[in-house]
């Protein structure tokens, strides 16, 4: 009975280890997986970030280059504009003495 009793032991006990065993590699796996999918997220919101900065600098070029091209606009305007005054003005003093 006490061979018995004893066996029990150690069939309880090695059923034990090896459980413990199945739960620590269940949990290690649980961890990697968690790790991975971690690594995975970071990654996605690194990408995801880069993306938002490339997206918000292409903007701000572009709002740039818009900027650029209406004072250069504005100012090849301007340009016509005192050029035709000149002209205008060039004109009437050519044709003012002939009156």
């Not at 790790?35 to 997220?41: I, S």
């Not at 016509?80 to 003495?97: D, N």
């Amino acid at each position: 009975m006490e061979a018995h009793c004893y066996l029990a032991d150690i069939y309880h006990w090695a059923a034990n280890y090896h459980w413990a065993a199945h739960c620590h590699r269940a949990a290690h796996y649980h961890w990697e997986a968690n790790c991975h999918w971690a690594a995975h997220c970071h990654q996605a919101a690194h990408y995801h970030r880069q993306a938002h900065c490339q997206r918000a600098a292409h903007y701000h070029q572009a709002s740039y280059y818009h900027l650029a091209a209406h004072y250069h606009r504005a100012t090849i305007l301007l340009k016509i504009k005192i050029a035709r005054k000149k002209y205008l003005l060039l004109l009437l003093s050519l044709y003012l003495p002939l009156m």
